[in-house]
T-cell receptor, first 112, second 113 residues
Framework: DTGVSQNPRHKITKRGQNVTFRCDPI?????LYWYRQTLGQGPEFLTY????????KSRLLSDRFSAERPKGSFSTLEIQRTEQGDSAMYLC??????????FGPGTRLTVL | GQQLNQSPQSMFIQEGEDVSMNCTSS?????WLWYKQEPGEGPVLLIA?????ELTSNGRLTAQFGITRKDSFLNISASIPSDVGIYFC?????????????FGKGTKLSVKP
């Protein structure tokens, strides 16, 4: 399968714990994006990378969120001190330059 | 923040019927995209539109990029049960951003066999 992959698919954590998600983009894609989606809404942009450089960050990305793409390939999204409001589907997408973003299956986070 | 107005919110149709949904914005976008999402999965790209006025087809799906660059529509002809899902429009290029996709709230499609 050469699509975008995300791990884990589901994560249940207690409030206050840290969580980390991983995204592996389509291999030749140089851009990687993170979105968050809550029930009944469309995805909301969080941040994106071109190669290893983080080029844009949304105001939704609070200080507790950090994303990295150290070698321009896979990326991680970490949430520190999780809150119940962080419960959502976290989606990763990739693209070749700005042409059409392809999404992974998402990581469903539940904060108890 | 910028939002897209997507309508209708939901549709219940009979198999074989044609479907039309649209998306409008108060701002100009450089690119319009249409995605389909099924429960528990990520959105799947259906059609991408890059030029104002562009009309593009993908099988039974047809989408157009409005001349004003502030709207787009998606048509599905001869619907089948596997068309069930939530369809999202998304605009790119708002405020000079090259990465940020702005999504509508989706149109939930139900098809009765």
């Amino acid at each position: 399968d050469t699509g975008v992959s995300q791990n884990p698919r589901h994560k249940i954590t207690k409030r206050g714990q840290n969580v980390t998600f991983r995204c592996d983009p389509i291999s030749e894609h140089n851009r990687l994006y993170w979105y968050r989606q809550t029930l009944g809404q469309g995805p909301e942009f969080l941040t994106y990378f071109q190669n290893e450089a983080q080029l844009e960050k949304s105001r939704l990305l609070s200080d507790r969120f950090s994303a990295e793409r150290p070698k321009g390939s896979f990326s991680t999204l970490e949430i520190q001190r999780t809150e119940q409001g962080d419960s959502a589907m976290y989606l990763c997408a990739s693209s070749l330059l700005s042409v059409g973003q392809f999404f992974g299956p998402g990581t469903r986070l539940t904060v108890l | 923040g910028q939002q897209l107005n997507q309508s209708p919110q939901s549709m219940f149709i009979q198999e074989g019927e044609d479907v039309s949904m649209n998306c409008t914005s108060s701002s100009i976008f450089n690119t319009w995209l249409w995605y389909k999402q099924e429960p528990g999965e990520g959105p799947v790209l259906l059609i991408a539109l890059y030029k104002a006025g562009e009309l593009t087809s993908n099988g039974r799906l047809t989408a157009q990029f409005g001349i004003t660059r502030k709207d787009s529509f998606l048509n599905i002809s001869a619907s089948i049960p596997s068309d069930v899902g939530i369809y999202f429009c998304a605009g790119q290029g708002y405020g000079g951003s090259q990465g940020n996709l702005i999504f509508g709230k989706g149109t939930k499609l139900s098809v009765k066999p």
